[in-house]
């Protein structure tokens, strides 16, 4: 009978170590996806040639793009785009979280928070805009936004961030949903000052009676969010699920004004940049940068790299129906590369998690 040498048996130890670590590093515990609201590759551009430094985004190898035709249009709006990511189905333009037979479907964050992990969201709008209601809530029209801030009190997300204190206590029913959330044991503040006061538990920062300001108005309101959100979220042991939403790119895109876009951009890709050293520091983080669609028919036909700029041409003051670039950086990033429909983000998160529907 052969006998196996000892550097044999050292070598296969050896394998078997470095498969078992190897294994460990590609298990998901945290995702952060950060949703750039109308950000076409044209966008993104526009960031790059007027940033005197590459952007945060260019750190981000894994690059897909995304096919965002909602369930009856060529061209989605912005609540079929975020159901599509949230919750992994087509469905008509104007519905969130939603089938288009107006069935109830669990986003990615309900099914973070059913496997025992820490759900957040910070966004650039109101709360109850499109984007964050398609990850909270379920609603046949997007513009129920004071059904949709009810919602926020089924759903239990530990941290939302944003806008829309109106929808949560100046409501036509006379509820007063920041004391329903206070009873639900939520931090309720204000300000940026009192948000960054708040050292743990459930939290909830309504920080504008409607939208925020532009970005040069909102005092870093992305990226102390965010830094907030994960300082709070991480102290979860099981994981995390936070979505950022750069939501006024797509304003500036539906209003045709270049530089607009530009300082949208720049901000969204600040807050990149601090999930992206967040990934660094913690092994089994992922990085999902997308858009739900391209607003504005954005191109730069002309541009000066040296002098950082750039001539810019909108085709409408719509959306339009072109795939969007996804990039992806982190722990299981390489399984969102190539074209996808926008339903596959979600699939590939999910994935990532290892989590069933």
Not at 275 to 295: I, K, M, S, Y
Request: net charge neutral.
């Amino acid at each position: 009978m052969k006998r196996i040498s000892l550097t044999a048996k050292l070598l296969f130890i050896s394998l078997f170590i470095s498969l078992t670590i190897n294994a460990q590093e590609q298990k998901v515990k945290n995702i952060i996806l950060l949703i750039g609201d109308g950000m076409g590759i044209a966008q993104v551009y526009a960031g790059m040639v007027s940033s005197p430094a590459p952007l945060n985004i260019e750190r981000m190898k894994t690059v897909g793009f995304s096919k965002t035709y909602s369930a009856n249009d060529f061209t989605t709006d912005s609540s079929a785009g975020g159901t599509a990511l949230a919750c992994g189905v087509k469905t008509n333009n104007g519905m969130v979280g939603m089938s288009p037979d107006t069935v109830a479907v669990n986003s990615i964050m309900q099914i973070a928070k059913n496997n025992d992990l820490a759900t957040g969201l910070v966004v650039s709008c109101n709360v109850t805009h499109a984007t964050p209601a398609s990850f909270v809530a379920h609603q046949p029209s997007r513009s129920m936004t004071e059904a949709i801030a009810a919602d926020y009190l089924k759903s239990g997300i530990d941290v939302f961030i944003g806008g829309g204190r109106n929808d949560f206590e100046k409501r036509k029913d006379g509820r007063n949903l920041s004391e329903e959330l206070r009873s639900k044991d939520y931090t309720v503040v204000h300000t940026l000052e009192a948000m960054n006061r708040v050292q743990s538990g459930k939290m909830a920062a309504l920080l504008a009676d409607n939208h925020p300001g532009k970005a040069a108005e909102r005092d870093n309101l992305l990226v102390k969010g965010v830094y907030k959100s994960l300082e709070l979220l991480s102290k979860n042991e099981k994981g995390f699920f936070l979505m950022v939403e750069g939501s006024q790119i797509d304003w500036a895109g539906h209003v045709n004004q270049s530089d607009y876009v530009v300082n949208e951009v720049l901000d969204f890709d600040k807050a990149v940049g601090v999930a992206l050293d967040f990934a660094d520091r913690n092994p089994g983080t992922l990085v999902v940068v997308v858009a739900d669609h391209e607003t504005g028919g954005l191109t730069l036909p002309k541009g000066d790299i040296a002098k950082r700029t750039f001539k810019a041409k909108f085709s409408t003051l719509k959306h339009t129906g072109v795939p969007v670039p996804i990039y992806s950086y982190g722990t299981g990033s390489e399984i969102f590369g190539g074209f996808m429909q926008n339903t596959g983000v979600f699939d590939r998160m999910l994935q990532s998690y290892g989590f069933g529907k």
